[in-house]
């Protein structure tokens, strides 16, 4: 078995010293493996995921990646017009160095990440004038330019539409494929099931549950996780024997 290239090791986080992200979290991501991060609004999912990329320190423990690990965050400020091939680019800023203009291997690095995603020929287009899925792929190419051993994506489907969350879950799996190592948080209970290999529930009572997708997502978990209770129906597509979670809404009932 392959060694982990994201390791934590009862890794803790606070801002303050009195209020806690995360406690006590431990886990192990491989190369070809996808986790998800799941847990409420404000549990520290995007904290976990900043710990993780080397944007802060943990405050206890340690989190530990083997090799460069590339953040895509949820939300990305755009103080100019960039074209798409510029914000590819971006992902090379290792590489090329302070004050540094891009040669000739990030040029071609980058349109490699925009092949991979199936944008090259949008490459001179304004990353504004892209659909919100398209603008999502192209955020991952950035990562990908970086050269990661580890992708981490911070829920990378939220604002979506599903054709496009399709596209980005598969992306996210073909990545992994590939070699790299995937830490993915969600709320989505379902993305997990589809795509990913392992799982990470930060509980909002007692300590944090990690393990194979399918043995962790129980109805009693994600119903103490999200305080709604839940459904997990088993399906068949094609020869696959398929899982979905079916929330139990309350206005259900009426």
Request: proline share 7%; hydrophobic share 45%; with cysteine.
């Amino acid at each position: 078995m392959a060694e982990p290239l994201i390791l934590a090791e009862r890794a803790e986080h606070s801002y303050d010293g009195r209020r806690w992200q995360f406690r006590e979290l431990g886990f192990a991501v491989r190369p070809g493996e996808i986790m998800a991060v799941l847990g409420p609004n404000g549990c520290g999912k995007s904290t976990l995921l900043r710990v993780a990329a080397g944007l802060r320190p943990p405050t206890g423990g340690r989190i530990a990646v083997s090799g460069r690990a590339a953040l895509v965050p949820q939300d990305f400020a755009r103080a100019f017009p960039y074209r798409v091939i510029d914000m590819v680019l971006m992902g090379r800023a290792r590489h090329i160095g302070l004050l540094r203009m891009p040669g000739r291997r990030d040029c071609e690095a980058a349109m490699q990440a925009l092949s991979v995603i199936g944008l090259a020929d949008r490459a001179e287009a304004h990353f504004d004038a892209l659909s919100g899925g398209q603008r999502q792929m192209v955020l991952i190419a950035r990562a990908i330019a970086a050269e990661p051993a580890a992708l981490l994506l911070d829920e990378p489907a939220s604002a979506l539409d599903l054709g496009n969350q399709d596209r980005v879950l598969s992306l996210a799996r073909a990545l992994a494929d590939r070699g790299l190592a995937v830490m993915m948080t969600t709320h989505q209970p379902n993305h997990a099931l589809a795509v990913t290999d392992k799982a990470l529930l930060m509980l909002p009572q007692g300590p944090p549950a990690f393990g194979p997708c399918r043995e962790i997502l129980t109805e009693a978990r994600i119903g103490a996780l999200y305080g709604l209770p839940v459904k997990i129906l088993d399906y068949r597509q094609g020869k696959r024997i398929c899982r979905a979670v079916v929330p139990l809404y309350a206005a259900d009932g009426r």
